[in-house]
Every structure is written in C-alpha cells, then in structure tokens.
C-alpha cells in the first residue's frame, strides 16, 4: 500500500517516472559520488535515489528517517530555480520530511563533512 505521500498526481505520474529513470542513468559526478557513500545502508538506513514523493522528485530519500537529501548544482541558484526550491522543501517539510541541501561542490570537496552532517540529522531521528 502507498502512503499518502508517496501518491503523484496521475496525471504526473508517468512524466515523473520517466524523468526519475533518466535521471538514475545519468548522474552528476557529486549524485554517482554521494550515491557510492549511501547505498548498502552504509549509514545505517536505507536510502532510495530519485523517489517520486507527490509531484516532486528526491535526490535521495530516507523514508525511515524522513530525510530527503538534495543535491544542488549550479542552475539551483537562479532565482526562479531559488523560489521553486524553496517551495519544494517546503511542501516536503509539510508532509514531516527534514530536507537537507549541499551544494555539489561540498560534495565533492567536503565529503567527510557532508556525511556527518547527513549521519548527525540520521541520528538525531526520533
């Protein structure tokens, strides 16, 4: 059975799909790398990659937890690109997810840091 959460608009639904597809297949470099230090419950829960969560689509989710992880590359911080993201994270914030940003760069660079942070929200999880 599906949660609410979980149910996209029909109308939506096979768009969202098909764009969650692609967007598994090609991966940004800070997705693929953020992904190898996920999966396998690495950090102790289970997280799914491009989940349809009502209309919108998270990078990576933990649905134990209620973690949604976002990854931003550059076009994120376009104003348009700024208020829709905004709106998404609070949406998701509605329906009891915590949502957390990094910048692709702090990915890359910083992954040590990225994780703690990811592994202190985990652990922080009632």
């Known amino acids: 059975m599906k949660r609410d959460?979980?149910?996209?608009?029909?109308?939506?639904?096979?768009?969202?799909?098909?764009?969650?597809?692609?967007?598994r297949r090609n991966q940004t470099e800070a997705e693929s790398f953020l992904?190898?230090?996920?999966?396998?419950?690495?950090?102790?829960?289970?997280?799914?990659r491009q989940l349809i969560i009502l209309n919108f689509i998270a990078d990576f989710a933990c649905l134990e937890k209620s973690l949604i992880i976002e990854v931003d590359g550059g076009y994120h911080?376009?104003?348009?690109?700024?208020?829709?993201?905004?709106?998404?994270?609070?949406?998701?914030?509605?329906?009891?997810?915590?949502?957390?940003?990094?910048r692709n760069e702090n990915i890359i660079s910083e992954i040590d840091q990225?994780?703690?942070?990811?592994?202190?929200?985990i652990d922080e999880y009632k």
């Not at 230090?37 to 102790?44: F, P, S, T, Y």
């Not at 376009?78 to 829709?84: S, T």
């Not at 905004?86 to 990094?102: D, I, N, P, Q, S």
């Open 5 to 23: 959460f979980e149910l996209a608009d029909p109308l939506l639904y096979g768009l969202l799909k098909s764009f969650a597809q692609e967007n």
């Open 114 to 121: 990225v994780l703690k942070t990811i592994q202190e929200n």
């Open 35 to 48: 992904w190898r230090q996920l999966k396998g419950k690495a950090l102790g829960v289970g997280f799914k």
């Open 77 to 102: 911080f376009r104003d348009k690109q700024m208020e829709w993201d905004a709106y998404r994270t609070e949406e998701l914030e509605k329906m009891g997810f915590k949502v957390l940003r990094f």
